[in-house]
């Protein structure tokens, strides 16, 4: 490790090897320090949809810097930009009637949903609803609360075990359309349904391998938490503003829900800016208290991160982001399906838009292709055994098989290799 890098402490990579240094990025491009052009399968951290530089964004960022600097929106203050984005994005999301709630990142919109819905149930006269439900596997954020409500053991590691609200739910099959609705059942038989205060659900669990919801078992979830009034948290920090294929990945499951998170699509990686988007029956109960809500950061709302997020959504829409999505998603499929016949394997893919994932035979596999792949010039994420991709939303169908052939190189390259990294 050089003298430069030894000042930096970066999250989870295995070891000094693993600590790369990138000079510049443009599209869906990044360029080492080195002078290597990696393709960036994984758009910064699956949150650069629009790939890296953008001209209108840019000018966005300038014309912002030269005016309003900071006003969060805490304690009543708010800013023009803050309120155009929250218009802006209830348009997007076509939910007309949500209230927008800004901060920084998924943990943040994770805090504050838990933050609400406590506050929901306390000012309605209901505090004995203070359990939560989330499924294993899933992944809501590193901060304390998130973290508590994250079912991936391996976020845990060193962590003194946080506060006893979770309630624990398997994870989705998607070879089984009742296997979480039916897990329900029994826990809020087992616990009493007037303990519990929420369900936070991935519509796609992207950490677990991209493991969609079966359409069946999340629609009985949502019914099933309807008649128990139990509120329902959508998490889509990953599939919200376009990576699924539509708006949000609820559009395309046909659920509705209490409160929404988005947070990567927001920014696109320009900006820290999340959107916790609250149901206005929840809404008027907090607006109706006071204090209205005893949650909020240095940086909620901020102007800046208000203006870029709003020329954000403007060019995925220029850029017909969400329909590129689906259609690459057929790409892949295609090129990737092709590339790995004949391959001992066994590999499965899946795919909901652009959140990718090839199942590979173990975890030491899938580490020994991301190695390969990123050799040949493509960055991947290898978690358990699955391989992550999820690149720009703004990808070509060149681009799109540039991916897939490298991808499939680096899978039948290591397949080769009798010495795995």
Partial sequence: MTSTTAALLSYTYESPKDFRVYSSGRGVYLYTRAGQRVLDGLSGSMNANLGHGNAAVAAAMHTQALGLTAVPSVAGDVSDDCIALAEKLRRFLQLPDVICLFASSGSEATEAALAIVWKYWSEIGRPGKTKV????????????????????????????PATNFRLALPAWDPYDASRVSTALKRTLTRVGAETVAAIFLEPVMGLAGMVPAPRADLRKVVSICRANNILVVLDEALTGLGRAGHSTAAESYGVDHDLLLVSKGLGCGFVPISATCIASRIASVLRSSSPMLRHGHTASGNPMAARVAS??????????????????????????TAGITGLRGPYSLRSTGLCLAVETADPAHAQQVRHIAFDLGLRIRAIDRNIIACPPLVITEQEMTEMAALLSRALAIAEQSENPR
């Fill in 311 to 336: 020329t954000v959504l403007d060019e995925l829409a220029a850029h017909d982001a969400m329909s590129n999505a689906g259609r690459m998603e057929g790409v892949f499929k295609e090129r990737v």
């Fill in 133 to 160: 439900l989330s499924l294993e596997g899933s992944y809501h954020g590193c901060t304390i609360g998130a973290l508590a409500l994250t079912g991936r053991a391996d976020e845990h590691a060193d962590v003194p």
